[in-house]
């Protein structure tokens, strides 16, 4: 009997194959996108899960508000785990880890690289990470001031291999480490990233203080539990910290749990950009769209199909076949198809994976998507769906008195095949829903994308080119070499300053004129040359720009930008004294000479926040050229010699301004690709669906257009009558997909502070693109039938 | 083996109701060959329907085989159709995705038959229906009167007690016509019942018996050589 049921089910496929096509490729490329996504997600979920005591783990967070402002850092003063951990008996294990803020060159032997990834840690950070040495001892590795553990391909990047203890690497400011362990490379889902940890008994003497608010510190606890415990007495350990201080900032410390960083945090100083929790459930909601959609085309299809079956279930029920019999033939065949599906599906996967990978930023290979639990997602919801999609045709078919469907030709509608058309109809009103939404989306999405690019930024970072000063020699050189690079007729000006626009500016400590002597307050500060408000092309709108032959103007001048004079309430900001007072015995006093016009020196996400300029050689950390249009190519060339000429050994690292500019907005961008594809698939597989129904709609209605063409009717109205049904499908879709559509685009919309507007023409030129799409689906079938010789369609009676 | 008392079937429909049978007494006994006549929509094929099991009357009695079936489940009624009925269309009804031995083959497996059986019994089934050449064949394939073959081998396949034929020679010519119901004639002569719809007055000579039908009633019931009323 099975034979039987699957001959049956195999013909029919044979048979059929348009519908059975439409129906297995939809349902495939829904179940492959959708197992994508998922893998996307579970990917994200499992961010720092790889540490044995994730769950255990929490970061000491800062939280102070200084004159109504909150600010929030991802790390805490070097003084507060000892402090902490004294106070707390739940903390099994506690670590600080400071990032070395500038890049550092390591060489060994005659080979040198430039190394980002350094971090320093106290030894107890194997008590609470998971970080497998390969060699070396963990509880020891980081005991010396010059112990150094490599990552695996660090060590193979240095030496050619891992078994490397012992060996010794200096950096060219100096310092030298002896190799005291390898550990594995860390996982990709870590939120934080070094390849290089160093002792911080290597940190100068007085390191631990409670002045600056550099460190990452984690605590392990006992049991998760136990964190309320610890919450309960923060109160009372800040308020130790300030016995006595009246003056205080109201000043917090708050933990968060390790495995919420990198979908919930999103503060300063976070170790590099985190993920986001909006865009897991934006990616889980399409996931969601795609297979509704698909799903919906399996089950309009197969219940379209099914009446067609009439017949069929007509003669079994004759020969005797029971109804629970023929409710598993039709549902067996549905599986069946689902089952083709599932497969196509990871067939599918296997070649577009790589694509995904470059999309996303993930290193999926084919065997992650062979786990079980992937397998059994895949499988169980095909099987699903071809449960759903068989059981209506199954129940409804099965009913059927093969007395009625074995006389008359055609089956009557009657009440469940009226349901049926209704269902049909509400299901293509669906896909078509979530279509427009989706389009929609897309494009608010591309159009904000393209609004930060075009943005007047306030600054001009095309052709900047930017050349981190890692190493001791090239900041002494800076003058020379700046003025050695400016010889050059490719660099139209040069400038040298701490960091660039779109690198995270530092919090400094400084007071203005007016302030309360309570208070201190630190504000984004910048230390540039006197070259800087030109070079990046920022605009002054009051006051002049530093002097370089002015000395005042570097050791008692500031800029500022209209946002501070706005914070501090400066109606006439030239001439306001201000005081830099970060880390000095006594205080930088000067008054502002120039107010520059807002530029947005962070993401567009965040409003401009003030910001003050002076002139501060020490803290100069990186040099920018501009370059004139030309051959870059050969321009890079030409300054590397010259670098190498005046330092050489030293690497020429340098990359571009508008690059730092874009990396802000990878996620986005990211997101965009990732829309816009499924996007794509999501019409494709909805056309897919409306298709194969408009096919059997022109189908079920050949004799009625034979009748018709006798009496007169032409192509173009058959045509239109085939096709309205679809129109007004369509069009309903519309009215319904708008208002999901911007609720949607407008709460995303408010992840930024500077945006771009929906525009109302979005809406009808979704709707009309949708209609296109829909009718030329719709009508290449109807114009065939409709152009079908009459006497053909009648005879088929 | 038959015996109908006061068979009544109702159709309703939202704002009209038709009567299809009114009052309907009949007996038919074992190896009879039964003809039903009568003009469209006199009530023959929801008569026979009745009479096959596949509908249910609204009202009256109707004994198969001694069981009162009236009010029998559509699977108790399945259950006793399977073993004891076999059908004959005007269409022939054969499904297309199958081939002339699979759809032959068909009541067996409803029938649980084992697999060397139903080989064995198929093949003398064509065999018999002289098809034999065609069994791995698709019905469309076939021309009509071929088709009406098949679809009487599959109506003999399970032996049953009575044959129903609605209209077995309407889509035929009157070659393929008269070949069909000599087979029947074979089968009754072999001892089958069988009841047979039709609107030729030629090939109802074939049965013992003719009822005709007009408007839900049976007005005469002609025997072979006479008029009873």
Sequence with gaps: MFSNYLLVALRNFARNKVFSSINVIGLSVGLCSCLLIVLFINDELSYDRQNEHAESIYRLESRYVADGQERRWAAVQSAMLPYVQEQSPEVVAGVRIQRNLNPVILRYEDQSFTETGLVFADSSIFDVFTLPLIHGDPATALNDPAALVVDETTARKFFGGVDVLGKTLTSVNGASFKITGVMRDLPRQSHFHFTCLGSTQLLPEGWINWSISDYYTYIRLQAPEQVTAIEERIPALVEGLFEGQANRSEYSIRLRPLLDIHLYSHIEKEFRPNGNVAYIYILGVIAAFLLIIAC???????????????????????????????????????????????????????????????????????????????????????????????????????VFRPAAVLKGSSVRLNNSSRFSLLLRRSLVVGQFVISIVLIIGTAVLLRQLNFMQSKNLGYNKEQVLVLPLS???????????????????????????????????????????????ETSISWRTLAVDADFLPAMGLQLVAGRNFDAAVGSDSSAAFIVNEAFARAVGWEEPLGKSYEYDFRLDSPKSGSVIGVVKDFHYASLHQAVEPLVMHIWPAHYRVLSLRLARGDIQSTLAQLDDIWQDLLPGLPFEHFFLDETYERLYQKERSLGQIFSVFTLLAIGIACLGLFGLSAFAAEQRTREIGIRKILGASTGSLSYLLSREFIILVVVANLLAWPIAWYGADAWLQNFAYRSAIDWYLFPLAAFGALLIALATVSVRAIKIAMANPVKALRHE | MIKAKDLNKVYRTDEVETTALNNVNLEIKEGEFVAIMGPSGCGKSTLLNILGLLDNPSSGEYHFLDHEVSGYSERKRADLRKQNIGFVFQSFNLIDELTVFENVELPLLYLSVSSSERKERVNAALEQMQITHRKNHFPQQLSGGQQQRVAVARAVIAKPHLILADEPTGNLDSTHGDEVMKILTDL??????????????AYAEYAHRTINLFDGHIVTENFKGGFHV
Aim: aromatic share 8%.
């Design chain 2, 188 to 201: 009754n002569e072999a001892g089958t019942s069988i009841i047979m719809v039709t609107h030729s007055p």
């Design chain 1, 471 to 517: 190493s001791i020699e090239s900041r002494q050189k800076l003058p020379l070499l700046k003025e050695r690079l400016l010889q050059h007729s490719a660099v139209n000006a040069a400038t040298a300053s701490f960091e660039v626009p779109g690198k995270r500016l530092p919090y400094l400590g400084g007071r203005f004129e007016g302030q309360s002597e």
């Design chain 1, 296 to 398: 919906f085309n399996y089950m309009n299809l197969s219940t379209a199909r099914a009446v067609r079956r009439a017949r069929e279930v007509g003669i079994r029920k004759v020969m005797g076949a029971r109804r629970t019999q023929l409710i598993q033939q039709f549902l067996g065949e549905s599986l069946l198809l689902a089952l083709m599906a599932a497969l196509l599906a990871l067939l599918i996967l296997s070649l577009v994976l790589p694509e995904f990978n470059e999309l996303a930023g993930t290193s999926f290979s084919f065997a992650d998507m062979l786990q079980i639990e992937q397998l059994a997602l895949l499988f169980g919801i095909a099987l699903g769906t071809g449960l759903l999609a068989g059981s209506y045709p199954a129940f409804f078919l099965s």
